[in-house]
């Protein structure tokens, strides 16, 4: 009999958590104005809200914790995040910040310029804040491939590399830089090839354009690239992901994805002007050069991180479990972004919740029901997070419109997935007496989703 697979680690510490009352759930959503951001986490099961910062860290990581050096400037321990950074990635210069949206922010600072134009496949919220607050424009460019929830195809995080082209055209001398975010957010965790990030490099190359990598899950995107692209099985992950690299002039990190720690980020680059510039702005918005928001400690394992998820075994553990609970999904029969992306389940609301009008927020309405059902935080990937075109102040209703359910790594068992599947497959059955979702009473004027207050549109 062949052995069945299971998890490349054991468990060394546990924290409780605790199913409620359906009754205690109703009441704590309508105080949340149902809006799952706005829930305690005491009163949630099992929370899939993220993938960012929720993952358990290794007892490798604990233990390079206590080798912090919390020195102010030229900390041991940021040279040797900086030297895993360097081997891993390439790029020589490392700029650490609190966050991956502070890399943005303080990258953005130097580089986007009211008028300009950033090409990418659909940009991530913060990323699409930071160039629109700049009054920029995020372009997405992603292939129309990635619009069908049910069209199998192996790399739908691509960049259409003709439409970029096109963009590019259109807007000769605004354009600060390409980005291409891996793997690609937005459009369900779906990975990005490596012959479409050769093109990108081309094309680039060929309009005198840099590229910059957006690599929360960089990881997982080699993971893809190895057991899907032809040419790539024999190499190993850490291979895989230099090759990536080098087809980039400089990268924005949130380690709280693919370096499986709880805080932290970085840039990274191969050029002294970008660092220059993002110099500038790391000292006042995030502090000191060494440092940048995060304590010697968090360097320290956010480098043994890094260098654990760039093997084969931890990133086969994780995306298996993303693949097992969409094949509890495909047995029920529910409709999700296919194939299963690396970090999360897209659960396409439109395709369920087909009785309840887009003003009235499917996937939020899916989102809600699933905590009402369970307990299990989802989070809303769709009309609420796409917002409000800048210009006309008119929702945006041409995207996809998603439940995420975003794996934490290292962190839930298999046995949770499957009450995540049986929960929503009570949901699937009584698809057609939810005729009613949700009306907007209150929303912030820039990245709403996070505090949005709702009511019963019925
Ligand atoms: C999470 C994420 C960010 C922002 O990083 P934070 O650490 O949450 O600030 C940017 N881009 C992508 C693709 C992300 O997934």
New binding site residues.
Partial sequence: MELPFAESWRIKMVEPIRMSTQQEREQWIREAHYNVFQLKAEQVYIDLL?D??TGAMSDRQWAAMMMGDESYAGARSYYNMRDTIERITGFPIVIPTH??????NVLFSALVHEGDVVPGNSH?D??KGHIESRKAAAVDCTIAEARDTQLEHPFKGNVDVARLEEVIQANAGRIPFIIV?I????AGGQPVSMENLRQVREVADRYGLRVLF????FAENAYFIKTREEGYADRTIKEIVREMFSLADGM?M????DAIVN???FIATRHEDWAEGARRYSVPFEGYLTYGGMNGRDMEALAVGLDENTEFDNLNTRIHQVQYLASKLDEYGIPYQRPAGGHAIFVDASLILSKVPKEEFPAQTLTVELYREAGIRGCEIGYILADRDPVTRENRFNGLDLLRLAIPRRTYTDNHMDVIAAALKNIYDRRESITHGFRITWEAPLMRHFTVKLEPAD
């Avoid at 966050?99 to 943005?104: D, I, K, L, P, V």
């Avoid at 793997?183 to 937005?186: D, F, K």
């Fill in positions: 993220t960012s910062g966050q991956g949206r502070a890399a943005e991530f913060t990323t975010t793997t690609n957010n937005t957006d690599s929360a899950r924005t949130s380690a709280k994805k805080m932290g980020g």
